[in-house]
């Protein structure tokens, strides 16, 4: 009886088919798992030593004469000279606003930017970009490297960072994490909403509305976020602006 080889691993791999398009496995699901596990270590390698960081989000949309821009330049800053690491999307309007406020403070300034059909690259206030395809793996680097979340008035992506961090919170994936809007009559809408919809339906309890911090000063916003890191770090114990 004939003997028949069994093909291993190696030699398909090895193996070239003349009759497959030469582009054709970069378009398959296993070559995007080769992708998003590339973009998970090149975004730890990059951010892990940020050191205490403040993740900032708002609407791409806001011009530099926006009120609304000079305060989330104002409140990058105050962060920054408190030590804080200042993390946008990289992107214009409050992103560059923010960007801009951290190096004015002397902080590292970081833009996770995102392939777009749209794109513009990164605002010319970003120190480090890092650069993804996927919103999933960028999301991720948002919530592990900040300690604290500022949402500026924004659109259905500053409201995708928002919810995002809700759902972590009130699932227990993350711990002593304040969430702080700015703008009060921007968010009142939705506040109220939560409380005579959600709230009054049962969808959501009285804690997930706490969690929602509604400020209008940027130096209360920095005070908030100093003093729940510390208590945070004095929990834990050690340095308080050591991770």
């Not at 109220?192 to 709230?199: E, G, K, V």
Request: aromatic share 12%; hydrophobic share 40%.
């Amino acid at each position: 009886m004939p003997y028949t080889s069994r093909q291993t691993e190696d030699e398909r791999l090895l193996r070239t088919d003349p009759y497959r398009q030469p582009h054709d496995f970069i378009h398959t699901d296993t070559w995007r798992v080769l992708r998003i596990m590339g973009e998970f270590v090149e975004g730890f390698e990059n951010m892990a030593g940020l050191g205490p960081a403040v993740s900032i989000f708002g609407s791409a949309r806001i011009p530099p004469d926006s009120p609304i821009y000079a305060a989330a330049t104002e409140t990058a800053r105050l962060l920054a000279e408190a030590g804080f690491t200042i993390i946008t999307g990289g992107g214009p309007g409050l992103m560059e606003a923010a960007n801009k406020g951290a190096r004015a403070g002397g902080g590292r300034s970081v833009g996770c930017t995102i392939e777009l059909p749209f794109e513009t690259g990164a605002n010319p206030f970003v120190d480090l970009e890092v650069r993804f395809r996927y919103f999933f793996v960028r999301k991720i680097m948002f919530v592990k490297y900040a300690h604290a979340f500022v949402i500026f008035p924004g659109g259905f992506g500053t409201l995708d960072e928002l919810f995002e961090a809700l759902t972590l919170i009130q699932t227990g994936k993350i711990h002593d994490f304040p969430i702080v809007l700015y703008g009060s009559e921007f968010w009142k809408g939705m506040i109220d909403w939560a409380r005579t919809t959600l709230l009054a339906n049962g969808t959501i309890d009285q804690a997930d509305v706490n969690r929602l911090q509604v400020c209008d000063d940027p130096q209360q916003i920095c005070t908030l976020i100093v003093e729940s890191y510390r208590q945070h770090i004095a929990r834990k114990g050690g340095d308080p602006w050591t991770r």
